[in-house]
């Protein structure tokens, strides 16, 4: 119940950073619904459950590490959540449209 619960948190929210935020939330609750987990354990733990194979494993981490906190070779942390968790920057303002679309699909 709460499943379905979170996915229509998604569904209507008013902003895209609050429907991202609720989508990473629900991403948190499927990789444990019972107790907090570290965001590089949940990444781990969905990537396997939904991964076809290794390769697409290593995709699906590499997704999941850009939009959660990813550091760049200059030492910037241009991951999502990381930015509008602890920096306090909006979804809106980091990406354009296109690039919103296509993380939500």
């Known amino acids: ?5 979170r996915y229509r ?5 008013i902003t895209q950073t609050s ?8 991403l948190e609750f499927l990789a444990d619904p019972f107790a907090y987990t570290q965001m590089k354990k949940v990444k781990t733990k969905i990537s396997a459950d939904s991964a076809l194979d290794k390769t697409d494993y290593h995709l699906k981490c590499d997704f999941i590490r850009k939009i959660t906190s990813y550091e760049e070779e200059n030492g910037e942390n241009t991951g999502i959540r990381q930015n509008i968790i ?3 920057k909006t979804f809106e303002e980091m990406k354009n449209t296109d690039e ?3 993380i939500f699909k």
């Open 100 to 102: 919103r679309v296509k």
């Open 1 to 5: 119940m709460k499943q379905k619960l």
């Open 86 to 88: 602890h920096q306090g």
């Open 19 to 26: 429907k991202f935020i609720q989508a990473i939330s629900l």
């Open 9 to 13: 948190g998604i569904k209507q929210a």
